[in-house]
């Protein structure tokens, strides 16, 4: 069974940093494309940054610059470290991973105060 757990959230100042963190089981992890989605309340799940196997990554254009992706394969764990938050990135952050279907954490609320 595949597991993501996702840690990190919680309430920041406009400006602040956090870092999330997704610890995954069930998977040889080193060879997924991991991706973090975000959900704020009312609309659709979007995607926010994905790193590959090989270390590449890609984001929103609304992040860029502010959220760093990473992986650390010995841990099987991803995280997203995000400066400079703004009010507009308060949401509920999912890890992803595609294993023959998607697979999604619980989530971790993450909200900006202005």
């Known amino acids: 069974q595949v597991y993501l757990v996702e840690r990190g959230g919680g309430l920041v100042q406009a400006g602040g940093s956090l870092r999330l963190s997704c610890a995954t089981s069930?998977?040889?992890?080193?060879?997924?494309?991991m991706n973090w989605y975000r959900q704020i309340p009312g609309r659709e799940r979007e995607p926010v940054a994905s790193?590959?196997?090989?270390?590449?990554?890609n984001y929103t254009e609304s992040v860029q610059g502010r959220f760093t992706i990473s992986r650390d394969n010995a841990r099987s764990t991803v995280f997203l470290q995000m400066n400079s938050l703004k009010p507009e990135d308060t949401a509920v952050y999912y890890c992803?991973?595609?294993?023959?279907?998607?697979?999604w954490g619980r989530g971790t609320r993450v909200t900006v105060s202005s």
């Open positions: 992803n991973v595609y294993h023959f279907r998607d697979f």
């Open positions: 069930g998977i040889n992890f080193k060879i997924y494309r």
């Open positions: 790193i590959s196997s090989g270390g590449s990554t």
